[in-house]
């Protein structure tokens, strides 16, 4: 069941979503069950990665007057598969470290297929992985495997205690959204380092703070908005 900080932290990084739409080439709908069930299994997977795949749902469309509200002046229509789609149902593919969880399992790939595909076999649309201790941007090996994806890949950081050999590095380009309970107004880059303990994995990691972005293999970046199980919008009033 989706507890009550990640229905806030929802509507606040959908707050931010709308605010900087005209940032975006376009936009994907994730429901909020959908990342709740990535989220258990990133920290129960803690300190490895986790590779999931997800397929959009055909039976769901976006919602009328959802793609007026989040779209920017940069949008472009058909720029990936499933564009137009609320996601579907996640599956978890891998589990390792940064070398091996973009490789999917062998009695996951068509092996007749499997050289054309990349590491991942082509084997859903849209692809999303943690990084554990490291910040929601995409590194060299995950630019190259999203080079393979018809939809789009997406980044879940997660800042956990203690650190072991992953610590955390806070000076990393690239654009970083924050998963919080914070008004977009109090937000400020770079605060995660004096975050309390938003909670404890199974695995007994303390976890400060999580980020979550989506990407096209182009470089674009994908404003990701996160919805009911209808694919509206959870709605930022929830913020305390």
Same mark, same amino acid.
């Given at each position: 069941?989706? $507890?009550?900080?990640?229905?806030?932290?929802?509507?606040?990084?959908?707050?931010?979503?709308?605010?900087?739409?005209?940032?975006?080439?376009?936009?994907?709908?994730?429901?909020?069950?959908? =990342?709740?069930? &990535?989220?258990?299994?990133?920290?129960?997977?803690?300190?490895?990665?986790?590779?999931?795949? &997800?397929? %959009? $749902?055909?039976? =769901?469309?976006?919602? &009328?007057?959802?793609?007026?509200?989040?779209?920017?002046?940069?949008?472009?229509?058909?720029?990936?598969?499933?564009?137009?789609?609320? +996601?579907?149902? %996640?599956?978890? #593919?891998?589990?390792?470290?940064?070398?091996?969880?973009?490789? #999917?399992?062998?009695?996951?790939?068509?092996?007749?297929?499997?050289?054309?595909?990349?590491?991942?076999?082509?084997?859903?649309?849209?692809? !999303?992985?943690?990084?554990?201790?490291? #910040?929601?941007?995409?590194?060299?090996?995950?630019?190259?495997?999203?080079?393979?994806?018809?939809?789009?890949?997406? !980044? +879940?950081?997660?800042?956990?205690?203690?650190?072991?050999?992953?610590?955390?590095?806070?000076?990393?380009?690239?654009?970083?959204?924050?998963?919080?309970?914070?008004?977009?107004?109090?937000?400020?880059? /770079?605060?995660?380092?004096? =975050?309390?303990?938003?909670?404890?994995?199974?695995?007994?990691?303390?976890?400060?703070? +999580?980020? !979550?972005?989506?990407?096209?293999?182009?470089?674009?970046?994908?404003?990701?908005?996160?919805?009911?199980?209808? /694919?509206?919008?959870? $709605? %930022? $009033? +929830?913020? %305390?």
């Amino acid at each position: 069941m989706v $507890n009550d900080w990640l229905l806030r932290a929802a509507g606040s990084y959908n707050q931010r979503s709308r605010e900087s739409r005209d940032d975006y080439a376009a936009i994907l709908l994730m429901p909020v069950d959908t =990342l709740y069930s &990535i989220i258990d299994w990133t920290f129960r997977s803690l300190p490895d990665e986790i590779l999931v795949g &997800i397929d %959009p $749902n055909l039976e =769901l469309p976006h919602p &009328i007057g959802v793609d007026e509200e989040f779209t920017g002046a940069d949008f472009q229509s058909g720029l990936f598969a499933g564009q137009g789609y609320v +996601l579907g149902k %996640p599956h978890l #593919v891998n589990r390792g470290d940064s070398f091996s969880v973009h490789h #999917v399992p062998e009695e996951w790939i068509d092996d007749s297929f499997a050289e054309d595909r990349g590491s991942r076999g082509g084997r859903f649309t849209h692809w !999303i992985h943690s990084h554990p201790n490291a #910040v929601a941007v995409p590194s060299g090996a995950d630019a190259d495997a999203a080079q393979w994806t018809e939809g789009c890949d997406m !980044i +879940l950081g997660v800042r956990f205690s203690p650190e072991g050999s992953l610590p955390w590095f806070d000076e990393v380009g690239g654009r970083r959204r924050e998963l919080s309970t914070r008004d977009s107004a109090d937000y400020k880059p /770079g605060y995660l380092s004096s =975050l309390p303990s938003i909670g404890r994995a199974s695995t007994g990691h303390s976890i400060h703070g +999580l980020e !979550i972005i989506a990407f096209h293999r182009s470089g674009l970046g994908v404003n990701l908005i996160i919805t009911d199980s209808r /694919g509206l919008p959870i $709605n %930022p $009033n +929830l913020n %305390p």
